[in-house]
């Protein structure tokens, strides 16, 4: 089983991480945390599967797709995150059968492995997503067999096995169905709708009509899920779409006007204040980096500021 390709991450920020997993997996972030993102980790995809491991320094909503035939484990090893209001800590680990969509909102200093190998449930009804329990020890052993088939591609039999074995003996909690109070099924309504229509304009009257709740509801399944207000959400949703717009669009001039404008950002010296305290670093040097005038291989991947929570008028 030989490796076909395989790369260390060390980016200054999370569209890079995006940019570097593309040829393996399919994954984007909304930074929900002031300062600029860390990512660290490294990944390589084999003939019958794809391992890595990766851990960003900023709290965020990751989104991760699972296409059809493929199942992915994630297995967080540092830190919490959650699916919905599932929290999944370390021990656990999410299984998701293709076609799926994982949503994943993880906290600082969040760590997991991922392995994406073909659907080992052909012909069972295993779909959706389901949570495992693993003992120290198996988890001790699959940390082993991912870290040397990275490396050294020697153990990819033996995480093979591994996850199969832990799919026989360990059946999972379903996480297919919506969060299960009815402020957090608002939250994800309201996520979804705020996600396909961020290029328009969005205020919190017609979110909460689109996800049929009250202000104030949403505003507490909104906190519970994800962490911040809506209104923060949406401001952060929007800045990281200008962001990832930066980092893979060529360099011309007006572009960061141009971009600001198109998702909503009128007032352009509001803009850059709000883009320097979300990402820690001007929307300038962004499009700097992307355009290959900044050296992106010295990344120091340090926070221009003490990283604090996200403000409510961000």
């Known amino acids: 089983m030989a490796?076909?390709?395989?790369?260390?991450?060390?980016?200054?920020?999370?569209?890079?991480?995006?940019?570097?997993?593309?040829?393996?997996?399919?994954?984007?972030?909304?930074?929900?945390?002031?300062?600029?993102?860390?990512?660290?980790?490294?990944?390589?995809?084999?003939?019958?599967?794809?391992?890595?491991?990766?851990?960003?320094?900023?709290?965020?909503?990751?989104?991760?797709?699972v296409p059809r035939g493929q199942m992915i484990f994630l297995v967080p090893m540092h830190g919490r995150a959650r699916l919905g209001t599932t929290g999944v800590e370390p021990g656990q680990a999410i299984i998701?059968?293709?076609?799926?969509?994982l949503v994943v909102c993880t906290e600082r200093e969040y760590q997991s492995f991922f392995v994406s190998i073909p659907d080992r449930s052909v012909g069972t009804r295993c779909t959706g997503a389901r949570l495992l329990q693993a003992s120290t020890a198996r988890l001790g052993t699959f940390e082993a067999c991912a870290h040397r088939a990275i490396d050294t591609n020697v153990a990819a039999n033996t995480l093979l096995d591994v996850c199969d074995t832990w799919l026989r003996e360990e059946p999972g909690d379903d996480l297919t169905s919506p969060a299960s109070t009815a402020r957090c099924q608002a939250a994800v309504r309201a996520r979804q709708y705020i996600d396909e229509h961020l290029d328009c304009a969005l205020t919190l009257a017609s979110v909460c009509q689109a996800s049929y709740a009250s202000p104030r509801a949403l505003e507490y399944g909104f906190r519970?899920?994800?962490?911040?207000?809506?209104?923060?959400?949406?401001r952060c949703a929007r800045l990281s779409r200008v962001r990832g717009e930066l980092y893979f669009s060529p360099h011309s001039i007006g572009k960061i006007t141009q971009l600001a404008m198109k998702w909503g950002f009128w007032h352009l010296s509001q803009f850059s204040k709000d883009y320097y305290d979300l990402f820690g670093e001007l929307?300038?040097?962004?499009?700097?980096?992307?355009?290959?005038?900044?050296?992106r291989t010295g990344c120091d991947c340090v926070a221009s500021a003490p990283p604090i929570a996200v403000a409510e008028g961000l």
């Not at 998701?96 to 969509?101: L, R």
């Not at 899920?225 to 959400?233: D, E, H, L, Q, R």
């Not at 929307?283 to 050296?295: E, F, K, M, Q, Y």
């Open 3 to 65: 490796t076909t390709a395989s790369t260390l991450i060390h980016a200054h920020g999370l569209d890079e991480t995006c940019e570097q997993l593309a040829p393996f997996i399919n994954i984007r972030y909304v930074q929900l945390e002031r300062g600029m993102a860390c990512a660290r980790g490294a990944v390589a995809r084999m003939e019958q599967l794809t391992v890595g491991y990766l851990g960003a320094d900023r709290h965020k909503v990751e989104w991760l797709d």
């Open 96 to 101: 998701a059968h293709g076609p799926a969509q």
């Open 224 to 234: 519970e899920i994800y962490g911040v207000s809506p209104i923060a959400y949406i």
């Open 283 to 295: 929307p300038s040097i962004t499009l700097g980096r992307a355009s290959g005038r900044i050296d």
